[in-house]
T-cell receptor, first 112, second 110 residues
């Protein structure tokens, strides 16, 4: 069974810092990997999707990388802002089926 | 506005009672999903439907039931057999590889 782990569970940084969130998965037979953002008490918003054949994706200040063979992905946030404070969830889609396997998330707090 | 709506935002269940959570989408998506989220946990899949009149159990389907009579609607019933229903419930629909999530329903037990 696919296990998705996110480290750290929580992170607090001052505004302006660059930061990295980590995601690892146990089964490399994935179709793609996605990063989501969740604000408290809200639904999820898709940030970046990386296909298994890709190495990275970028959107604005966000950059996600994927090393499928080692079962790792990172989400890099440049020049963090207080508005980036949220929980970030990593999810992998297996080769078979569309159901996503989620990690527990990293809770990020960016302080002014 | 296009999107996914879930209602109610908060729902209270008495012991032994069945309750139904609503999920509606006007995105014309075929696939829809129900997830459960517990504090400090990732999302766990309850049920999913790839097309109208068809649905499949996810990882934690026991104590839940669904129907998919219309493309736009995918209601989830939490039955009395679900002994620990307190959680945040999220509905999603899918277009291509991207899942779009509703705002969620928080279910509490009285």
């Amino acid at each position: 069974k696919q296990e998705v782990t996110q480290i750290p569970a929580a992170l607090s940084v001052p505004e302006g810092e660059n930061l990295v969130l980590n995601c690892s998965f146990t089964d490399s037979a994935i179709y793609n990997l996605q990063w989501f953002r969740q604000d408290p008490g809200k639904g999820l918003t898709s940030l970046l999707l990386i296909q298994s054949s890709q190495r990275e994706q970028t959107s604005g200040r966000l950059n996600a990388s994927l090393d499928k063979s080692s079962g790792r992905s990172t989400l890099y946030i440049a020049a963090s802002q207080p508005g980036d404070s949220a929980t970030y969830l990593c999810a992998v889609r297996p080769d078979s089926g569309y159901a996503l396997n989620f990690g527990k998330g990293t809770s990020l707090l960016v302080t002014p | 506005d296009g999107g996914i709506t879930q209602s109610p935002k908060y729902l209270f269940r008495k012991e032994g009672q069945n309750v139904t959570l609503s999920c509606e989408q006007n995105l014309n998506h075929d696939a829809m999903y129900w997830y459960r989220q517990d504090p400090g946990q990732g999302l766990r899949l309850i049920y999913y439907s790839q097309i109208v009149n068809d649905f499949q159990k996810g990882d934690i389907a026991e104590g839940y039931s669904v129907s998919r009579e219309k493309k736009e609607s995918f209601p989830l019933t939490v039955t009395s057999a679900q002994k620990n229903p307190t959680a945040f419930y999220l509905c999603a629909s899918r277009s291509g590889e991207t899942q779009y999530f509703g705002p969620g329903t928080r279910l509490l037990v009285l």
